[in-house]
């Protein structure tokens, strides 16, 4: 993700952003005809988006279309996998386990349990 304040936004990355949205198919369903507007003109008439204001409205997007992006995986292995690691690792860690403090900061195990609670009987 582009940072507002010191990098400045390329046509060719928005050009990136786009078409990716656009494979995934969630340019359509994400963005409002305004959006994909104000998008498409940058891309035809900015070479390097100078504007505070504009850039501004271009990282809201980008913002958007990543969150719509992301595999419903990682989405519940933020929401879901990473409370149950540090969980587990504090229950672990009162019973002695030494080594269960890593725990909370693996990925692998926040995965594991992300996908062991997707498929748990609801």
């Not at 928005?14 to 963005?31: C, E, H, Q, Y």
Request: positive net charge; aromatic residues 6%; hydrophobic residues 45%.
């Amino acid at each position: 993700m582009m940072n507002e304040k010191r990098t400045p936004l390329l046509r060719s990355d928005i050009i990136k952003i786009k078409a990716k949205a656009l494979r995934r198919g969630v340019w359509f369903r994400t963005l409002t005809r305004v959006e994909r507007a104000c998008v498409d003109l940058a891309i035809l008439v900015v070479e390097r988006v100078r504007s505070h204001h504009l850039q501004k409205v271009l990282l809201s997007v980008t913002r958007k279309l990543e969150e719509a992006m992301t595999s419903r995986v990682r989405q519940l292995i933020q929401q879901v996998g990473c409370n149950l690691a540090q969980k587990m690792s504090c229950i672990a860690q009162t019973w002695g386990n030494k080594t269960a403090i890593r725990w909370a900061l693996d990925s692998a195990f926040m995965q594991y349990l992300t996908i062991t609670y997707m498929n748990a009987p609801r």
